[in-house]
């Protein structure tokens, strides 16, 4: 494969020279002609080092990188790549007690700009670039060689992807392999849920919080739950499995509550207590009356961007705010953060000012993050974006 060539303004390298992968438009000094929208390009420095190699796309971010090391990029290279980021789930392919895990995590696995997610013999892509979309039928191929339990595969990148190359590539959300005819609940740690990954959010499930859901099931035993922006209920389906005495389980969304409720009919034991809301969580605590011993804040992300920061703050705290004082002395709160620009430090210092604010007691019981199949990659701090506190309050 023939590679195009991006080179950078004087003084523009120093991210990428520290590893990081991505590259926005106001770094870059000449591109070379004839390079379009998903071609695979050679990043070099003004003085003409060689930095990376990486997808090009007309906009802000303008090049992902994926590899640093000059070499050919053909099927062999992706293979290998591919590979690679399957060997790491190991654990994973052949336990029948956890078939929902991530399969590929974009720059945690060297691979930005592209997200597989595996339920029950289904995988899940959604790319986040035009380049890696281009490629998806060899990713396709080789997902089939390396997998053998694979029965389907489900490209979902129209939800992701800008809509210029929906349009100029008539992008749509299909089955690239196999169907949905036989889909059938997937596990994890045993806890079974229905996975809709053509109307649900993201790629259907929201992966990254299995361990936390876990360590909430451990605690759920004789305990009343507020689940909280609880979207298809893999928090509340822990907690009641776990022998919890009641669960309500809030979302502003009707749609996510109707996935939530196949989800609770899939729950053998049919002693359990629980109620579906349909509210918005800010509202909905600030009036609550009811003794909880465990509220659960998963908000969405409150901030894509750094311009949005200091809006998401106030949100974060606002919401933290109102169920700190709402939660009964004693009780604990698992709260969240998905939003890449806010830092552990950041948020958990919005919890202290909250804290401070109220006059309330607060101690931390867990730092809580995202599991190892969503690798953080060290030179891109914003690969951990999953952070979240267990706070006992008094």
Request: aromatic fraction near 10%.
């Amino acid at each position: 494969m023939n590679l195009g060539k991006v080179i950078l303004k004087p003084a523009k390298d120093k991210s990428i020279k520290r590893f990081h992968p991505w590259i926005f438009s106001n770094a870059i000094k000449e591109i070379q002609q004839g390079v379009k929208d998903g071609d695979a390009v050679e990043v070099f420095s003004n003085k003409g080092k060689y930095l990376g190699t990486g997808h090009y796309q007309q906009e802000n971010l303008c090049v992902r990188i994926f590899e640093f090391r000059q070499q050919p990029i053909d099927e062999k290279y992706w293979k290998l790549k591919i590979e690679l980021a399957i060997n790491n789930r190991k654990e994973f392919i052949d336990n029948a007690n956890t078939t929902i895990f991530r399969l590929i995590h974009a720059e945690g696995d060297d691979l930005s700009g592209l997200i597989i997610d595996f339920y029950n013999g289904t995988a899940v892509i959604q790319c986040h670039s035009i380049g890696m979309w281009l490629i998806k039928d060899l990713i396709c191929t080789i997902l089939r060689e390396r997998l053998p339990n694979i029965d389907a595969i489900y490209d979902k990148s129209s939800d992701s992807l800008d809509q210029k190359y929906q349009t100029n590539y008539s992008i749509e959300n299909t089955y690239l392999f196999g169907n949905d005819i036989n889909r059938a609940p997937a596990k994890e740690n045993n806890n079974s849920f229905s996975i809709n990954w053509i109307n649900g959010q993201k790629t259907g499930f929201f992966i990254d919080q299995r361990e936390n859901r876990k360590l909430l099931g451990e605690i759920s035993k004789d305990k009343k739950i507020l689940n909280t922006f609880c979207y298809s209920g893999g928090f509340s389906i822990y907690a009641l499995n776990n022998g919890a005495k009641e669960v309500h389980s809030l979302d502003s969304s009707k749609k996510a509550i109707d996935l939530l409720e196949k989800n609770i009919a899939l729950i053998n034991n049919k002693n359990i207590k629980h109620k579906s809301i349909v509210a918005d969580a800010m509202e909905y605590i600030k009036d609550i009356n009811e003794d909880y011993d465990i509220i659960i804040l998963d908000p969405p992300a409150f901030a894509k961007h750094m311009s949005a920061k200091h809006k998401a703050i106030q949100g974060y705290k606002r919401l933290n705010s109102r169920a700190i004082e709402k939660i009964k002395p004693g009780g604990i709160i698992f709260t969240f953060s998905c939003s890449q620009v806010i830092s552990k430090e950041l948020f958990r210092n919005t919890i202290l000012s909250v804290g401070i604010a109220l006059e309330r007691k607060i101690k931390i019981l867990n730092q809580l993050h995202q599991p190892a199949d969503h690798p953080i990659n060290i030179f891109h701090p914003e690969s951990e974006y999953l952070k979240g506190l267990v706070i006992q309050v008094f």
